[in-house]
T-cell receptor, first 112, second 115 residues
Framework: GDSVTQMEGPVTLSEEAFLTINCTYT??????LFWYVQYPGEGLQLLLK?????DKGSNKGFEATYRKETTSFHLEKGSVQVSDSAVYFC???????????FGQGTRLTINP | ETGVTQTPRHLVMGMTNKKSLKCEQH?????MYWYKQSAKKPLELMFV???????ENNSVPSRFSPECPNSSHLFLHLHTLQPEDSALYLC??????????????FGPGTRLTVL
């Protein structure tokens, strides 16, 4: 079945550091790919998405590119802030499936 | 604020209690979802409703009983739960177009503790 694998956390960085959180997937067909973020005490919020190969999703300085050849959707940010501390989830949804498949989440802590 | 609200935000219950979780969406969506988020495990989809009809049930124990009286409201009725059912229960909604661009919007969750 479909699955998503994220890099193990937790990840701790200093403010203004470069961030990469790896995500790879296994899926039949041509899924859409998502990054969701969960701030402490809150539900999940959509951060960005990409619906086809080579698409780049971006939001709040975060970017991820849909790479079909490597089945990856790595999340990057050039300069992180303390306010980016959260848990980040990579997810996929196959067309028409109405079912998000999530990775296990990566906890990110940014120190001032 | 995503337009999806959940009550209560926290719930503590004994194994013999009966309680209900409520979700309401103000987005005009047609599909609603229940997810379970346990520590160190990926989010698990429990139920999917589309236009008030259940379209997916991922082998969830019968002690969890969903109800969708209309497209704006979704309930999760709980009875005879086990301590391992303690988790964050998340509700989500989507437009339900069946398109790959359809996005799910999540509520803040109910933190459930079963004693």
């Amino acid at each position: 079945g479909d699955s998503v694998t994220q890099m193990e956390g937790p990840v701790t960085l200093s403010e203004e550091a470069f961030l990469t959180i790896n995500c790879t997937y296994t899926a039949t067909g041509y899924p859409s790919l998502f990054w969701y973020v969960q701030y402490p005490g809150e539900g999940l919020q959509l951060l960005l998405k990409a619906t086809k190969a080579d698409d780049k999703g971006s939001n709040k300085g975060f970017e991820a590119t849909y790479r079909k050849e490597t089945t990856s959707f790595h999340l990057e940010k050039g300069s992180v802030q303390v306010s980016d501390s959260a848990v980040y989830f990579c997810a996929l949804e196959n067309q028409g499936a109405q079912k998000l498949v999530f990775g296990q989440g990566t906890r990110l802590t940014i120190n001032p | 604020e995503t337009g999806v609200t959940q009550t209560p935000r926290h719930l503590v219950m004994g194994m013999t209690n009966k309680k209900s979780l409520k979700c309401e969406q103000h987005l005009g969506h047609n599909a609603m979802y229940w997810y379970k988020q346990s520590a160190k495990k990926p989010l698990e989809l429990m139920f999917v409703y589309s236009l008030e009809e259940r379209v997916e049930n991922n082998s969830v124990p019968s002690r969890f009983s969903p109800e969708c009286p209309n497209s704006s409201h979704l309930f999760l009725h709980l009875h005879t739960l086990q301590p391992e059912d303690s988790a964050l229960y998340l509700c989500a909604s989507s437009q339900d177009t069946g398109m790959s661009t359809d996005t799910q919007y999540f509520g803040p969750g109910t933190r459930l503790t079963v004693l």
